[in-house]
């Protein structure tokens, strides 16, 4: 790969979601359910790594890579989006962002499109990510790209067991006050999120390579490690722990204290708040 070549791609992939994003705000202004977002933003971002990576074997030597690449970020699109959609069709709006149109008050209009062309920006590194690994040059199939495949697989496993667990939970009236601390949630705050950032993992996997014929596959790291800033630091675990304390109180805070936030790892001892 060429920096040409890169460039060309950098500039495809900030115009689609450019485009995928502003569909979205729209979408949020004539159904006021800002849940539509993320569902949009995740079919978006599947379209574009699918249809990319099916381009990419035009142009690669890899008979079977760029198939898989499209294949997995095909999977990892359809179980969350459908998931994130048949839950935005259950709720008036995504509590997280009916906080901020609260704080933005008669601005929010302005406010929002703003804010989700931010997501643009921070989705660049997610689908070059998936990009650079369909675009690995190296014919044969490696053990590291089966690897791959493997960690996205568990991955969307994980998460949608954390998901279902949660759903289970919250269909039983006697929880509705409660915090769900059942399965995956006792072992993590967000299980679901550490799901999520794992499954990023799988494109630097496929896409890089020890022997350095192909350097530009290690720019692909960048696409885990804006996950997990997004997730633990941006617009993931601190808006929702904010919420959960604001309707949970002193169950949650208790919950905080023997809980991991995102890594999970055997709940520490019970304490009182």
Not at 101 to 113: K, L, N, T
Request: aromatic fraction near 12%; proline fraction near 5%; charged fraction near 15%.
């Amino acid at each position: 790969m060429t920096l040409l070549v890169f460039l060309e791609m950098l500039a495809a992939v900030s115009l689609a979601l450019f485009l995928i994003m502003s569909l979205s705000w729209i979408v949020w202004r004539r159904t006021g359910n800002s849940g539509w977002i993320d569902t949009i933003w995740t079919f978006g971002l599947g379209a574009i790594g699918g249809i990319g990576s099916l381009t990419a074997a035009a142009f690669t030597g890899a008979a079977i890579r760029p198939y898989l690449v499209a294949a997995l970020i095909g999977v990892w699109a359809l179980r969350l989006g459908m998931h994130i959609a048949q839950r935005t069709r259950g709720i008036t709006d995504d509590p997280r962002y009916a906080e901020l149109q609260r704080e933005w008050g008669r601005d929010a209009p302005r406010q929002m499109f703003w804010l989700v062309q931010k997501q643009t920006l921070v989705s660049i590194p997610l689908a070059l990510s998936i990009l650079l690994a369909a675009a690995n040059p190296l014919p044969q199939f490696r053990v590291q790209d089966g690897l791959g495949a493997l960690v996205l697989l568990v991955a969307i496993v994980g998460e949608g067991i954390s998901d279902a667990q949660l759903r289970q939970f919250n269909k039983d009236a006697a929880n509705r006050k409660r915090v769900c601390d059942v399965g995956l949630w006792s072992w993590s705050r967000h299980p679901n999120y550490f799901f999520e950032w794992f499954g990023w993992l799988a494109y630097p996997l496929i896409a890089s390579d020890i022997g350095g014929s192909y350097s530009w596959g290690w720019m692909a790291l960048a696409g885990p490690a804006c996950m997990y800033w997004l997730l633990v630091y941006v617009s993931g675990i601190p808006p929702l722990e904010a919420h959960m304390l604001a309707v949970r109180g002193d169950a949650f805070r208790e919950y905080q204290s023997r809980t991991n936030a995102f890594f999970p790892a055997p709940p520490r001892e019970r304490r009182r708040v």
